[in-house]
């Protein structure tokens, strides 16, 4: 008995390693095959009481038959003289099935009589706590209906090299907090200003745009009213990288 009470021990200590390695080695294989699909199976077994402890639900008048005498259930035990009682029960939005995404997972909620998305935006730092997840982004394609976007853990911690453009005037400069690319198409908005206290980020995103543009055939003007802080400190990379510096390098060379 104790040892096979020993060899169950050491299966299970070998099993959690593994699992503990996979995550670490190969996270978006253990999300897709072993973390979302225990994901999915809290959020559709919570979903009741998340929606209720968050206020998602509406009181419903349900008929109830009860074969208990003098007792019916409803959000507690009412006293009833009755078998067959109409009483008013919580009931919660209807849910989709969750989605696997990168960095989480979203699914389509049918909001009830008298919501709008603005009703979950408020109710979505309570669904983050009640779910364990980093946070969860509301969104609605259409009316009626409401997409919950929740990213497990932070994408923002740790960056992964961005994909260059391939596409005229447009520059992806960084990554969005559910993850996904943000993407700056000055073919689609051609004016910005870039603005913001210190320390917030206008040196990093000016220089995004400068190693984004430099290979494109564009022409870049900078105009430094503080005598040299950053565009002349860009020059000799831009000229670098720019098309007409290559082609005229190439034809030198050749």
Request: with cysteine; aromatic share 10%.
């Amino acid at each position: 008995m104790r040892d096979a009470l020993l060899i169950l021990l050491a299966g299970l200590a070998a099993s959690a390693a593994g699992l503990w390695a996979w995550r670490h080695l190969n996270y978006r294989s253990y999300w897709l095959l072993v973390g979302f699909p225990l994901m999915a199976v809290t959020i559709w077994a919570t979903w009741r009481k998340v929606a209720l402890g968050c206020g998602l639900t509406k009181k419903r008048q349900r008929w109830w038959f009860t074969t208990v005498p003098g007792a019916i259930a409803s959000t507690g035990l009412v006293k009833v003289r009755r078998r067959f009682q109409r009483v008013a029960v919580d009931t919660k939005p209807f849910m989709w099935l969750p989605r696997p995404t990168r960095h989480g997972w979203r699914v389509t909620v049918h909001t009830l009589e008298g919501q709008i998305p603005a009703d979950y935006a408020q109710a979505a730092e309570r669904l983050a706590h009640s779910w364990g997840v980093h946070a969860v982004r509301v969104s609605s394609p259409r009316p009626g209906r409401v997409v919950l976007a929740a990213t497990v853990r932070d994408p923002l911690v740790r960056l992964d090299h961005l994909p260059a453009s391939g596409e005229l005037l447009t520059v992806h400069v960084g990554r969005l907090e559910t993850g996904g690319l943000w993407t700056i198409d000055f073919r689609t908005v051609p004016h910005w200003i870039n603005a913001g206290a210190t320390q917030s980020g206008k040196s990093n995103l000016a220089n995004a745009l400068l190693v984004g543009l430099a290979p494109q055939p564009v022409a870049l003007v900078g105009i430094d009213l503080k005598w040299g802080v950053l565009p002349e400190v860009w020059t000799p990379v831009v000229m670098r990288r720019s098309a007409p510096y290559r082609a005229a390098a190439r034809s030198r060379s050749g």
